[in-house]
Each structure stands twice: as structure tokens, then as C-alpha cells.
């Protein structure tokens, strides 16, 4: 049940990695604003979900990559991402009629924290807070959930600050290691990184500049007893 | 080479090997402000800590005098050179203390007095260590620091609640003396003071006006809302508000001291992000709209609203023009003045967005050489080059050009470098053009880690210093001295200009960047 996580917009990046690892993916994960160093799918949110659905794999879930320095600064600062990353997932969902929330109601949310990168206990709460209770206003529900990309292991304060006391529910990791590599069709046996206070639910166990691969796409499965794209949108119809 | 390590230094930050004084002596020696220390200093929480500038005379007077810091002393002392001045480190040194961003001057020692004064004027920050010791200068900041354009100033903002609504309060440090030449304040009375107050100051191209773009975002009634446990299938409820953001313009005139604003854009409701230039005259703003302002249904799908470009004369608080710009949403992206006036900013790691001043007509240019992408994003470095030039860097794919934004943004040099093993996360400068624009230090490659630096107008290697450590960001020193910045301690390292390894230091901070 692996999928793909690309910088790149899914319409220009599927064929290349279909070519590569010749099966389909289970989802994507896919990059929203603020992320200002990638494409963001709500740029062209119909041709990213053209693309999932060519793709075989219709399910989409959303990760933000603001510069990384934000996420050593204030709650101020926190909030503002999460509102402008939020906007960008409700303008997706409402510009796209096929595009359907999951069954059970929850999409997680991935802030990409990178290995190097400080996580601050106010960005966090500034912004884990606003994702916990962004309202969908078209159908008054509220289906998203903060979550973590990072690596557990790096020197740099991510799984203690997510487990701090007074940090605002952190629902899951995604652990960026380690990184046997692998194959789509054949992802290696659960080895994730893991924090103490939070499940790793997601492991990039293939990334493409330390595995070698040629598509623009890094490799994710889920926990043996976790389906990522469970929490996920979906796509009903081809859009 | 090894790196230099000063073995009986008494200069804070230089790596020591001796233990046998006090407790804060030997904090200090080890190039660790404590958290103690710093509360003995009236710091509160905040740590932080600090090293000397160092040149390459620096360390061989320190080989004679066994004293680093009475070297950097002599040194310029006996060169008849000034003293390098100050760089700030800006981050975090405990991830779980509330409002523990701080910045940190690192100063040489001839100016250790003057940062002393200015740390105690403004009452922002006090510090009890000796003279080239780390002097913490704030804490508590509302946004990252910015520097001017000619890397002469650094604004830094913070915001305070009131009973009569947000403080927004921004010092103006001169870099070199490390002292707040000015201070500006601006009061929101109009404004709840339980508002979040996201500020994004930008200094006009000669730093006599500061601009500030407010996003403020007000929090409504708390609702309660459910959530379900994705692992335990029970509910929690949270409650939570709705937040809606607009924006206010303040202009800071630095040469009068005056202050104007804040003006009210009457546009909520807005995206609080926003991506802003200064040019001489003008101010580029770019904000986004709020979807939820508009209805939408699943039966009748409505795009994504587009961003908009606003431009106001400076000083003023009503745009001349707003026209709708391009996606993508304004929010991190490189952007900054070009000689002729108009703005540019650099979206998507691969396109410039020009946008024309007088007319508000916008130009789409792709950037040839980096217009290639990988799974991961691929952070731009865009900064002023030689001879009103753009310098940019993409490390993701080892490529670095400048171009000419008089020719259409021609590329006149075109260099290809390793790409260094995490060219995405902590710090953003991952590569640095020389002032003069003739050599280009970048981070080491991936397989050799390290730092090499090339020439650019040849594109080829000049040197290179290699230990196996990855390091995360490096920085041109005002002394010319080259620093890299790494995970773990000595988290900083100095280098020649030829990167032969100068010195070594620890810090107990974070570093998230280096101004």
C-alpha cells in the first residue's frame, strides 16, 4: 500500500514514475502553500487530481513546506501558515466536484520539518491549533489533523517538541528514515524511525536523491495496521 | 589542514581545553552562555551564545598569545584594520520554552563595549560576560529579523498585548556597532488584543525607510468542536475560533523618525501571509484572499482564488494599483527589488514574476538553467549581484547563475556545483556569492560534505575543505571570513577565505539563520 510524496505536479511527474516502479500508487502526497520552493496543487487543483486519477492511484493528502527558518519562530507565525495551508486544502476540495473527503471523516495534515530544522514549541501550537479547528464552511465539519514529517533521530528538537508538555495533539509522524530504498510494489519490511510521544504512521522508506530514482518522487508506505490513504482525499470520479 | 582549536583561549566560544576556573568562567570558556548564565544576566529563558569574528591573524596571533581574543584584539590593533564587526545568530535554544526565539550579536572584541550599551539602552536584553563575549540583543521576536538590502541594518519585531490592543514594536540595529539605533512603535488600537500579529518589516533599497506589512488575524467566539481519535475511535472536543485576517500598513521614516499608519487595507478577509518589496518609492504587496469569503459547493466547484499585487506609494496607505497576479499564493518566496523599480519574485524554484511599477504589468521569465525540479522542494537563494545583477542558486540541483534583469534577465555566468547532501531544512543559505561576485562558496557534496568554493567566471573548483561533516548553511562573515553551520557542536566553524580551516566553536543554540 506505498504511495508517492513529489514537490512536482502530479499531471508532469506520473508517467516518469510509472515508467520507474511500473505499478500504481496507493496516494500521493502532495505539497500546498505555503510550500514556496515546490508546486502547489492548488495552483492547478484539477490537473493534479486529472493526474492522480490517470495515475491509478486517486487519493491526495496534504503536506506543507514553508521556508524552514519559520518553524523556529512565534505562534504568529505558526498560525499564518496553517491558515493559508488550510485555505489552499478547502479551495482544493471546492474546486474539484470528484474530490471527496475519506470515509471515516480525517485527513491528516503533514508541516514538513526537515533534519536540520528547529521545531519551537510556539510555531507548533500556533499552528497545530488552527489545523485542529479549520472549519470546512460548506459542509461545517472540521476533517483536519496535525501531523509531523520529520526525522525522530535528528539532533534537532522535533519529537520533543510535539511531545512537550502544553504542545498541542499531534496525531501521527511521518518519518523520513531510514531509507532502505525499495521498490513501489515491494516496500521493505515496518522499520520506521519513531518519537517517543507520537505513532509513526507514515515511512519514507525511498528517497529519490539516496536511492538513485530518476522520477521526481520519494517512496511512502504506512504502519503495518495504518493506510494512509484512508486519510486522504479521494477521488470519486474522474474530474 | 585540521581545524585551528585555541588550547588556553579565553575568548567565549573559542573550543577550550581549560576546566580549572569557576563554574560561569568555565561555561564561558567552553563557548556555552548557560541558561543559568544568562539568568544571572537577567536573560530569562532565552540562551544564547557567542563567538568572536575571527580572521586568519586572529588565530596565528592566538598561536603566539594563546588568547583568541586578545589576538582579534591586537590584531586589529596592529593591522590598522576596523574591527569586523558583528553577525546575529537567530534561533532557539530550548524547544519547549514559550516565546524562546531570540537573536544573539557575535561580535569582535573591539566592540564589545558598544553592544554593552546598546543591550542596556534598550532594555531588551542584558548580558554579564566579558568584554567579546556573546551579547544577546532580543528576545521574544514576532517574526524572523531582516536585513537591509546593503546588509547594514537589521530590523527586529515584537508584539505585545495590551488592554488597549496589539503593540507592534521594531528596533533598528546597526550591525556593525551592534547597537538599536532606532525604535518605532506602532499601536493597534482598532484591534482586539487577543489578535495574532504576523509582521513583515522590508527596509527600502538605501535602509531610510522601513516599511511594515501587518497580518492580523482576529480570533471570533470559540465554538465547540469534535474530533475524532484516529487511533482510540473515541471523540475529543476541542474548542476552537474561527480566525479572520486582514491587513495594515506602517512606514517608519528613518531619516525624521517618523512614524505613519497603520493604514487599514479594509481587506478582510485575507490570507495573513504576504510577500512584500520595497523599492525607492514604492511598495509591492502581495496578499491573497480568503476562499471562505466566497461561497462554494460541491455542486458548483469555484477555483481557488488567485493572489493580488498591490503597489503603494510609500508612505501611504492606498494602493495606486491592485492587479490579479499568477498563482501561486504569496507566502516565503524569494522576492526583493530590481534596479529599474519594478519587483520580482521567484515562485515555483524555477519561474520569475516581474512586476512593473508604473503599470502593474506582470512578466513571466523562466530561469533555463533552473528550471529543474526533484521529489523534494528545491530552496532559491536570490540575492543583489555585481554590477546590478541577480544572483541565484538552487543547491537542490547544484546550479548557481547570475543573471542580468536589464537583458531579460540573461544569464551571465552559469556555474554547476555537487549538490550537497540536504539541500533542503535549517538554514537557507546553503550558497553565497562573494561581494565582488568572483568566487562562489557552496556547500560540500553530498558524498564529500565539507565546503568548496569556485570561480565564477571559469565555473570551475578553486578549493575546497572536506571532513566528512555535513553542514547545514554557511555565511560570508563582514570580516571575509567564511562560516558554515552544522547539526551538532562545534556547531559553528570558520574558514579562510581559501577555506582553510581557522577555528571552531560551540553554541547551545539552535541556529535557524545568520544575519
Known sequence: ?239 | MPFGRVASGHSPGITSTRHNSGRAEQDRDAGRLTRRALLAGGIGATAVVALPDLTRADLARAATTGSAAGAASGAGAAGGTAPAGHFFLYGITTPDAEHSAGVQAVNSPAASQAVRGAVAAQSVAAQSASASAPAPVATGLATAPVASPDQAWLALATVAASSSGPVVTVSVMEKASATVAQKAVIALREIPSTASVLVTPVFSPDATMLSLVLGISVPGPKRQVSKRDPRGGGVTTISAPDWRSQHALAFFDRSTGAVSGPFYLGDEPSLALSTVVATASDLFVWTTPDPRATPRSKSHPVAPPLPAVSVFPVGEGKARLTVPSPAPWPGGEPAMALPSGDAARFVNSRTLHVVAAKSGDLRQVAVAPLNEGRAKPSPIMMTPGPRESLFLAKPSIGRAVIVDPASEFAVRNDVSFAAPAKPFGGLTSKAVLSPSGEQLYVLGGAKSGGLAVYDVASGKITGAYGDGRQYSGLYLLPSGTVLAVSQENPRLAYFSPELSPLATADTGMYVSAVY
Not at chain 1, 40 to 65: F, H, K, N, Q
Not at chain 1, 113 to 125: A, C, F, H, K
Request: aromatic share 14%.
Open chain 1, 1 to 239: 500500500m506505498a504511495g508517492y510524496d513529489t514537490a512536482g505536479e502530479i499531471q508532469n511527474t506520473y508517467s516518469a514514475a510509472h515508467s520507474e516502479f511500473g505499478s500504481d500508487p496507493n496516494f500521493w502526497l502532495r505539497y500546498f502553500a505555503p510550500s514556496p520552493y515546490a508546486d502547489v496543487v492548488e495552483s492547478d487543483p484539477t490537473s493534479e487530481c486529472v493526474g492522480a486519477w490517470e495515475s491509478g492511484g486517486p487519493r491526495i493528502g496534504p503536506i506543507m513546506a514553508p521556508d524552514q527558518a519559520n518553524l523556529a519562530s512565534s505562534s504568529a507565525q505558526g498560525l499564518a501558515d496553517a491558515e493559508t495551508f488550510c485555505a489552499a486544502i478547502y479551495s482544493t476540495f471546492t474546486s474539484v466536484g470528484p474530490l471527496q473527503t475519506p470515509a471515516n471523516g480525517m485527513i491528516y495534515c503533514w508541516l514538513d520539518q526537515e533534519y536540520s530544522t528547529t521545531l519551537s514549541l510556539d510555531y507548533w501550537n500556533g499552528w497545530a491549533d488552527y489545523v485542529a479547528g479549520y472549519k470546512f464552511a460548506n459542509v461545517g465539519t472540521q476533517p483536519l489533523y496535525a501531523c509531523l514529517y520529520c526525522d525522530p533521530y535528528s539532533p534537532y528538537p522535533n519529537c520533543t517538541t510535539i511531545g512537550a508538555s502544553g504542545a498541542a495533539p499531534c496525531h501521527a509522524v511521518w518519518s523520513s528514515e531510514p531509507e532502505p530504498c525499495g521498490s513501489l510494489a515491494n516496500s521493505p519490511s515496518w522499520d520506521a524511525d519513531a518519537c517517543a510521544s507520537t505513532p509513526t504512521e507514515v515511512w519514507q522508506y525511498g528517497e529519490q536523491g539516496a536511492c538513485g530514482y530518476s522520477a521526481n518522487v520519494d517512496l511512502d508506505t504506512g504502519a503495518p495496521d495504518f493506510n494512509e490513504g484512508n486519510y486522504c482525499f479521494y477521488l470519486s470520479s474522474e474530474p
